[in-house]
């Protein structure tokens, strides 16, 4: 029954494992005052973000690896349609950072934005997890079906998280 769980636990641990990394990051951020010498710089708000979702994106590409690997040996996962588990993993840290930054940057100016960043960000991954977890079923060949549409959805979700935030990116860093 575990096995037939797979792909929920991985991107399940995947999902909150990228909550607590946006907020460490903010943290960090909001605590030495690097926000303001950021916009100090001169360097486009959207630049900013694109580098934050960069960082975001390598973090949890490298916790997916790491995650990957567990699930092969511990799950005795088949990799048969590999590359179509690459594109949704690819899609699904790309949209996963970039409205972890965007949402970020909005729970970091809050009194107890520790405290609302999942609740502000949950609900808006939730689409993401459920299309992430059902093209790695397919790719994992433990569910039939079309998984190319699972990945272009993600690809969709991808594309609307980093548009949205690099154009909200430079109102949200100067309201502090």
Partial sequence: MLTEATAGLFWTTVLFTAVLA???AY???MDDGVLDSLRLTGLAPSAVFMGKV????VQLAVLELVLGAGVVVLYDARLG???LLVVVAAATTLGISAA???YGLLAARLRQGSALLPLLLLPLL???LIAATRGSDVAL?????GGWSWAALLGVFAVAYLGL???LYGPLMDET
Avoid at 141 to 145: P, S, V, W
């Fill in 22 to 24: 946006v907020q460490r």
């Fill in 27 to 29: 943290a960090v951020e």
């Fill in 54 to 57: 960069g960082a975001l994106a």
């Fill in 81 to 83: 349609g590999w590359f």
């Fill in 100 to 102: 972890g930054a965007a």
């Fill in 126 to 128: 939730a689409p993401v």
């Fill in 141 to 145: 060949g433990r569910e039939t079906g």
């Fill in 165 to 167: 935030g690099a154009v």
